[in-house]
């Protein structure tokens, strides 16, 4: 079974304020991983002890597009080598690589040189989904269109499951169109405040968490990892309850 790691960006603030401090206190609520969403400046060195020290490994980091290119990713691979980090990921594409079907295609190539480099340097490097992907041009949604251009070899998949239902499709179906192409889940639940639907802490929604996890595996999904971005309380609390709440629902981590 893959593992169960924290999106940093779910706790964003207390990241910002305290990194190293946030890093040892997800590691104590019992997650086995962390994907990072920056580094704010901390020396490799610093940030690998803290991960040994508590025994948490890196499930990955959301890499901005401009930390890709040219000679910055040189120095994003040489960092994310330092803290025995292989798997790199674009979480979002600025407006101008999306606007039609033909950006889609150009940035699959984009992609395409982003991931040999990566392959190469000893990295998978994959990229993760909002809603916006999902817009069709000519009958084929944007998601499609980029990863049917990039090579399976070179560009993975990060699936992000609430926005894939967000935006009307069934994550299980995508989980089994693309395989053991997908190398990570993310998992937050889904409710509704307002009449808006909004993430919630894992199992207080309507989601098939467990159901998106079974499929996962089926695949050899390395990491599943939790994320969410609007709150009630605490995101420190409310992390320290998605991951009770996902070891309840389907077992250890």
């Not at 990713?73 to 407006?95: A, M, R, S, V």
Request: aromatic fraction near 12%; proline fraction near 2%; include cysteine.
């Amino acid at each position: 079974m893959g593992k169960f790691g924290l999106q940093l960006y779910s706790v964003k603030e207390a990241a910002e304020k305290d990194f190293l401090g946030t890093v040892n206190r997800v590691a104590e609520m019992g997650y086995s991983g962390v994907q990072f969403a920056g580094f704010f400046n901390t020396p490799a060195k610093e940030l690998k002890k803290v991960m040994d020290d508590k025994g948490i490994v890196a499930a990955g980091s959301h890499t901005s597009l401009d930390l890709l290119r040219g000679d910055q990713l040189e120095e994003t691979l040489e960092y994310n080598h330092k803290i025995e980090n292989n798997l790199i990921i674009c979480p979002y594409l600025p407006e101008e690589f999306r606007n039609t079907g033909d950006d889609y295609k150009k940035t699959a190539e984009m992609f395409n040189e982003i991931g040999q480099k990566c392959k190469q340097n000893g990295f998978v490097f994959a990229y993760h989904n909002h809603a916006f992907e999902f817009e069709r041009f000519n009958g084929k949604s944007g998601f499609d269109l980029l990863f049917e251009n990039c090579d399976p070899d070179l560009v993975k998949v990060e699936l992000d499951c609430y926005w894939a239902t967000f935006a009307g499709l069934e994550p299980a179906k995508l989980i089994k169109k693309y395989g053991e192409r997908v190398v990570s889940l993310h998992i937050k639940d889904m409710g509704r405040k307002n009449g808006q639907q909004r993430s919630i802490e894992i199992g207080k929604g309507v989601l098939n968490i467990k159901g998106f996890i079974q499929a996962g595996e089926k695949y050899d999904t390395k990491w599943f990892i939790v994320e969410q971005e609007q709150f009630d309380s605490d995101p420190m609390e409310s992390a320290k309850t998605n991951i009770k709440n996902l070891i309840d629902l389907v077992g250890v981590n």
